[in-house]
């Protein structure tokens, strides 16, 4: 149902209300008082290549719409409508949000009315999708239309996602179990990286560099993050574990020198650096240039353990440094992504790792290859 036909529906209810309880107090105000029509909407899909993350249940899909108001009114979103194709330009798949019922689903968008000459960053809400869906080709109509008045107008953007093929062999860079204490699903931090708000622009982001990142922590036994109540470092697991390297390649940079915060004191973080040192969010970090066009980043390191060096190579399973509890952290952990690159104007890429065992309570599932995200119980002997 669009926003014009709920607005319709609900008049008639609240008509059949009056009649029914002889309200004196209702009137019949006038829709569609307005003749404007809404619009130009600019829509593109950030990034410019955008990948199928294939795993064994299920596919998934990481990108943005950037939407530019060209006109001279408000616009608001009304409805966004999925229509996927196979390679043969048949029909497979048919989604959408829309403002159908008491709790639309198109409330789920923050952000949804565009001001005159103004630009907003839409997370793709259809992210999702079983594993026998060929997703060749994909067309989105959007719904827009002035708000509080009609009629609307649509705008549309067709992409062709392809599965993205791992170049390095990698495996995962701790060892014995873990927890992915955020990654890169819908609703992660990662994911939701939003060039368009204020402090992104204020900071130069026009990219999301960690779209596929992994935040991972080391547990015990039963999967706990921490001892007791996790105040202090020394508390988490994660605190001084080894990091290991997920690939063979060559450090391109390695920074060790950046004080650990301190768990419920000082934090030595600071935003506005990054305009100045791009890579402080990560802290004390290595990045390796796998020497394909991907490069793993391992951020938030302890200082002073790191073991190597730029110019130094290394091998799949060496160990690198300690995990710690620096730059944009707020507890023992390890930030793992696969990149594009070096600095910020890069784009994260998806991560298939090699040999672990995936945990699912008394059932342990060995895995020969595959990505991880939020939430899963792993373990790498």
């Given at each position: 149902m669009?926003?014009?036909?709920?607005?319709?529906?609900?008049?008639?209810c609240?008509?059949?209300?009056a009649a029914?309880?002889?309200?004196?107090?209702?009137?019949?105000?006038?829709l569609?008082?307005?003749?404007e029509?809404?619009g130009?909407?600019n829509i593109?899909?950030?990034?410019?290549q955008?990948?199928?993350?294939?795993?064994?249940h299920?596919?998934?899909?990481n990108?943005?719409?950037?939407?530019?108001?060209?006109?001279?009114?408000?616009?608001?979103?009304d409805?966004i409508?999925?229509?996927?194709?196979?390679?043969?330009?048949?029909?497979?798949?048919?989604?959408?949000?829309?403002?159908?019922?008491?709790?639309?689903?198109i409330e789920?968008?923050?952000?949804r009315?565009?001001?005159p000459?103004?630009?907003s960053?839409?997370?793709?809400p259809?992210?999702?999708?079983?594993?026998?869906?060929?997703?060749?080709?994909?067309?989105?109509?959007?719904s827009?239309?002035?708000?509080?008045?009609a009629?609307?107008?649509?705008?549309?953007?067709?992409?062709?996602?392809r599965?993205?093929?791992?170049?390095?062999?990698l495996?995962?860079?701790l060892?014995?179990k873990m927890?992915v204490?955020?990654?890169?699903?819908?609703?992660?931090?990662?994911?939701?990286?939003n060039t368009?708000?204020?402090?992104?622009t204020?900071?130069?982001?026009?990219?999301?560099?960690?779209?596929?990142?992994?935040?991972?922590?080391?547990?015990?036994h039963n999967f706990?993050?921490?001892r007791?109540?996790?105040?202090?470092?020394?508390?988490?697991?994660?605190w001084?574990?080894?990091?290991?390297?997920a690939?063979?390649?060559?450090?391109?940079?390695?920074?060790?020198?950046?004080?650990?915060?301190i768990?419920?004191?000082?934090?030595f973080?600071r935003?506005?650096q990054?305009?100045t040192?791009?890579?402080?969010?990560?802290g004390?970090y290595?990045?390796?240039?796998?020497?394909?066009g991907?490069?793993?980043?391992?951020?938030?390191l302890?200082?002073?353990?790191?073991?190597?060096?730029?110019g130094?190579?290394v091998?799949?399973?060496?160990?690198?440094?300690?995990?710690?509890?620096?730059?944009?952290?707020?507890?023992?952990?390890?930030h793992?992504?696969?990149?594009?690159?070096?600095g910020l104007?890069v784009?994260?890429?998806p991560?298939?790792?090699?040999?672990?065992?995936?945990?699912?309570?008394s059932?342990?599932?060995?895995?020969?290859?595959g990505?991880?995200?939020?939430?899963?119980?792993l373990?790498?002997?």
């Amino acid at each position: 149902m669009t926003l014009s036909s709920f607005k319709h529906r609900t008049l008639l209810c609240l008509i059949a209300l009056a009649a029914l309880f002889g309200a004196s107090w209702f009137y019949l105000y006038p829709l569609n008082q307005q003749s404007e029509i809404a619009g130009p909407v600019n829509i593109s899909a950030l990034p410019q290549q955008i990948w199928l993350e294939a795993a064994e249940h299920h596919q998934a899909l990481n990108f943005d719409f950037l939407l530019e108001n060209q006109g001279t009114t408000p616009v608001g979103i009304d409805s966004i409508e999925l229509k996927a194709y196979d390679s043969n330009n048949k029909l497979v798949l048919r989604r959408s949000i829309d403002s159908n019922g008491f709790a639309p689903s198109i409330e789920t968008l923050p952000g949804r009315v565009l001001a005159p000459g103004s630009r907003s960053l839409v997370f793709n809400p259809f992210h999702s999708f079983r594993p026998d869906v060929e997703l060749h080709r994909l067309q989105f109509v959007f719904s827009l239309s002035i708000v509080n008045a009609a009629p609307e107008t649509t705008a549309s953007i067709t992409i062709e996602p392809r599965l993205y093929q791992s170049k390095t062999r990698l495996l995962l860079p701790l060892k014995g179990k873990m927890m992915v204490h955020d990654g890169h699903d819908y609703y992660a931090h990662h994911r939701r990286l939003n060039t368009e708000h204020p402090a992104a622009t204020e900071l130069g982001l026009t990219q999301n560099f960690m779209r596929f990142s992994l935040d991972l922590n080391s547990t015990d036994h039963n999967f706990a993050l921490f001892r007791g109540t996790g105040e202090r470092n020394e508390d988490w697991y994660a605190w001084n574990a080894p990091v290991y390297a997920a690939g063979d390649g060559v450090v391109a940079q390695a920074v060790g020198n950046v004080p650990d915060n301190i768990r419920g004191g000082s934090s030595f973080f600071r935003p506005e650096q990054v305009k100045t040192d791009a890579m402080h969010f990560y802290g004390n970090y290595i990045l390796i240039d796998h020497g394909n066009g991907e490069f793993s980043l391992l951020g938030h390191l302890q200082r002073g353990s790191l073991l190597v060096k730029p110019g130094d190579k290394v091998t799949a399973g060496q160990m690198l440094a300690s995990m710690g509890n620096s730059g944009s952290s707020n507890n023992p952990h390890l930030h793992y992504e696969l990149r594009s690159g070096a600095g910020l104007h890069v784009e994260g890429l998806p991560a298939n790792f090699n040999h672990y065992q995936r945990h699912l309570g008394s059932t342990v599932l060995p895995v020969a290859s595959g990505p991880i995200d939020t939430g899963d119980l792993l373990e790498n002997n």
